[in-house]
């Protein structure tokens, strides 16, 4: 079994993280969702320099499932452009990398 990905992704409100994250976990995209509130980010877009509040996601799921959350992120984010960054987890808890991966696999087909 590989070990897991840290995913991170960031979204305009609470609300829509929520959405997003539970659409995730319910169709076994992801294992776990965190939401942490109060991130200000600056940053490029469209020519301009942009500041915003934001939420980030912090999304727990293994590498056979990424290619599936990314398209699924993309179909139901508000952003033109979402960021959506996957991270390798090199070391943990063996355990907790087990229930990931249980908490991942699909009872059926999945559509994105």
């Known amino acids: 079994m590989e070990n897991p990905l840290l995913v991170f992704v960031t979204v305009p409100s609470q609300k829509e993280g929520e959405r997003i994250g539970k659409k995730l976990v319910e169709q076994k995209l992801a294992a776990c969702v ?3 509130p109060h991130l200000y980010s600056i940053f490029s877009w469209q020519g301009k320099i942009t500041e915003v509040d934001e939420i980030l996601l912090l999304i727990k799921t293994m590498p056979d499932r990424f290619e599936t959350l990314k398209q699924k992120i993309k179909k139901i984010h508000s952003y033109d452009v ?13 355990n907790y990398f087990e229930w990931v991966y249980e908490s991942t696999r699909p009872n059926e087909p999945l559509t994105v």
């Open 34 to 36: 965190n939401i942490i």
């Open 82 to 94: 979402p960021e959506i960054i996957a991270l390798p987890v090199v070391a943990g808890d063996r």
